[in-house]
């Protein structure tokens, strides 16, 4: 009886929270043919950066070790 009703609670709140998702803007529907073209221009364009940053060569890592300073000596 436990283990059904852990189930259940999981899967209620999995489903609030696509509900939740779609009805705060989350998942948009449109016909429209403008909003269509825009969409996929910004793909391609988020597409074209994540493949030049694929292709830029690495940058190397910086030495993060700390310099330790001596202190002077009093005169």
């Known amino acids: 009886m436990n283990k059904v009703s ?11 929270g696509a ?3 779609q009805t705060e803007g989350g998942v948009i529907m449109s016909t429209d043919p403008q909003k269509v073209a825009q969409f996929e221009q910004h793909a391609q364009e988020v597409q074209a950066q994540q493949q030049q940053a694929a292709q830029a060569p690495a940058m190397p890592m910086k ?3 700390k310099h330790h300073h001596q ?3 009093a005169e």
Do not use: F, M, N, R
């Not at 852990?6 to 609030?16: G, H, N, R, V």
């Open 63 to 65: 030495d993060h070790t």
């Open 71 to 73: 202190k002077k000596a």
């Open 19 to 21: 509900v939740h998702a």
């Open 6 to 16: 852990l189930a259940i609670l999981i899967s209620l709140s999995a489903l609030t």
